[in-house]
């Protein structure tokens, strides 16, 4: 089975679900919270821009704040919120000339993996828009207890060398129920903390690359799209 891995945030998708979030919170009753959280965080933002602090470990620890707003929520608000991102953010954002290459896959036989930081929910729901066939996910993973979300996360943000390890985990795992070993044929992705996913792929594809994804997609004659 062939597969091709696609990040959604920047890559799959011009949007953002941290942003879409902080518009459905304010929304629905939560805009006060939602901007105190923005408030008190302006410090660390700054510094993160300034390169004093690492940006992608600050952009986790972000996101987990903002999913502490959501704590007691149940799966059907969740579901909920998730559809709406899509709807609102991700989908009206989408980028046609990764949508297309997608499609061209599918008549390929290749089996699309959307791999991202974003909650795994939101993947599934986004997974259900693309006309690709099968679609699997890896997400960010979102912590219940007696059936409510926690504000927590069930595991790492999908990010960086930990979106590369789920991914293959995943693939790789098809392993024991096919005939042939499977194989990563393409891999798109936007920025620097992708590389660990697009050094997997017989053929990565560095989509509106960030300074460092442009350095080392034309030091190694990676295709770019959208530039």
Not at 3 to 24: K, P
Not at 25 to 41: F, K
Not at 179 to 201: C, H, N, V, W
Not at 207 to 219: G, I, K, W, Y
Request: hydrophobic share 40%; with cysteine; charged share 20%.
């Amino acid at each position: 089975m062939e597969y091709v891995i696609v990040d959604v945030e920047g890559t799959l998708s011009a949007g953002s679900m941290w942003h879409a979030i902080g518009r459905y919170l304010s929304l629905n009753g939560q805009g006060s919270a939602y901007r105190w959280l923005v408030t008190r965080t302006l410090p660390g933002i700054a510094a993160m821009r300034l390169g004093l602090i690492d940006r992608q470990t600050y952009k986790n620890r972000w996101l987990e704040m903002q999913a502490a707003l959501l704590a007691g929520s149940y799966p059907i608000d969740i579901h909920r919120l998730a559809e709406w991102v899509v709807e609102e953010e991700l989908w009206p954002l989408r980028r046609p000339e990764v949508i297309s290459e997608l499609e061209s896959h599918h008549a390929q036989g290749r089996t699309v993996l959307l791999a991202s930081g974003m909650y795994d929910t939101v993947l599934q729901s986004l997974s259900r828009k693309l006309d690709t066939g099968t679609v699997a996910v890896v997400g960010t993973p979102l912590s219940y207890r007696h059936g409510r979300f926690t504000g927590r996360f069930a595991g790492p943000v999908c990010v960086g060398t930990e979106k590369a390890r789920r991914a293959t985990e995943l693939i790789e795992a098809t392993a024991a129920t096919g005939d042939r070993a499977p194989t990563i044929e393409a891999a798109y992705g936007d920025t620097g903390s992708d590389i660990p996913m697009l050094e997997l792929a017989h053929h990565p594809v560095a989509v509106a690359p960030d300074r460092e994804l442009t350095r080392v997609a034309s030091e190694r004659g990676w295709r770019m799209l959208c530039v």
